[in-house]
């Protein structure tokens, strides 16, 4: 069933996302401060709105993917939020990766108006984002999560519903919290490897049959020229940047202060990506981490 959406937020996640709601045939009106972000989907068949009042009007689903907290709650709950413009009858879907307490702050106060919200933080990159492929971690209500699904599934290959509102952006952080010692790790033992003479490649294919086995190995091999088709055999170019995987490793820090949760691995692989970002690193793919360790051979 086609269905009007407002888009906002069009930036490496969300531009993506949008052309795949416009490709299965939905009306899609997008907004975003980027007038050229907004030029390209309008080329795709998006409709350009001028403000993301104009986006959400009338729109049976809003969906937006933004940077930070402060950005979501400012967009429907701030002096001009959305919160005074939505219909009853309107979904709203929050992809954009934040704190949880700002998730369940903003659909508690939609609640309140009578308007469904889920936070639905993403995985896959950008790479599943042009494919379609994403994972979707949903919080909020059964319901809310069963009207969201027709929409998702032009995005995304798997769901989940993590719970209740918030609890999206906990499983997410959680992943990539896991997901940073891993890479960290990989890179360590692959660079500890070529420092005593091993093929990287065929370090890989060994742990890769062995108990160290990991999803970084398999698909995702952080050192030059071992995998094709990967950011660390394009010079870390594309994928999911250092200073985004920096940006959730510190709001899993303070999820974990918060719940007084012990996370020595999560609070180290956050003082790895700091001091890789330190170094310039910032945007390059987060599996540049393994620079950390060759950067005495350069």
Not at 109 to 126: H, M, N, R, W
Not at 238 to 252: N, Q, R
Not at 271 to 296: R, V
């Amino acid at each position: 069933m086609t269905k009007t959406i407002g888009f906002i937020g069009l930036g490496n996640m969300g531009g993506p996302m949008a052309a795949n709601l416009v490709k299965a045939g939905h009306q899609v009106r997008v907004f975003d401060l980027q007038q050229s972000a907004m030029a390209h989907l309008a080329e795709l068949g998006a409709v350009k709105a001028d403000s993301a009042r104009q986006a959400a009007q009338q729109a049976d689903v809003v969906i937006s993917m933004l940077p930070a907290g402060k950005h979501v709650d400012s967009l429907y709950l701030g002096e001009q939020g959305l919160i005074d413009c939505l219909s009853s009858q309107t979904l709203v879907i929050d992809c954009s990766t934040i704190d949880a307490e700002t998730a369940q702050r903003v659909g508690q106060q939609l609640a309140q108006k009578g308007i469904a919200f889920i936070d639905a933080p993403v995985s896959g990159g950008t790479a599943g984002a042009q494919a379609g492929t994403l994972t979707f971690i949903v919080g909020g209500e059964i319901t809310a999560f069963d009207n969201a699904q027709s929409v998702l599934q032009c995005m995304g290959k798997n769901i989940f519903h993590a719970g209740g509102h918030g609890a999206g952006q906990i499983a997410k952080i959680c992943n990539n919290m896991l997901l940073s010692i891993l890479m960290a790790g990989t890179a360590e033992a692959l660079q500890m490897g070529i420092d005593n003479g091993l093929d990287p490649k065929v370090l890989s294919d060994i742990m890769l049959q062995s108990s160290g086995r990991n999803w970084t190995l398999e698909l995702y091999n952080p050192c030059p020229d071992v995998m094709p088709n990967v950011p660390s055999s394009k010079s870390y170019q594309g994928g999911f940047m250092v200073d985004l995987m920096k940006k959730d490793l510190g709001l899993a820090m303070d999820t974990a202060n918060k719940s007084q949760s012990t996370t020595p691995m999560g609070a180290l692989a956050q003082s790895l990506y700091k001091l890789h970002s330190l170094q310039g690193n910032g945007k390059l793919d987060f599996s540049s981490i393994f620079k950390l360790y060759s950067s005495h051979q350069d």
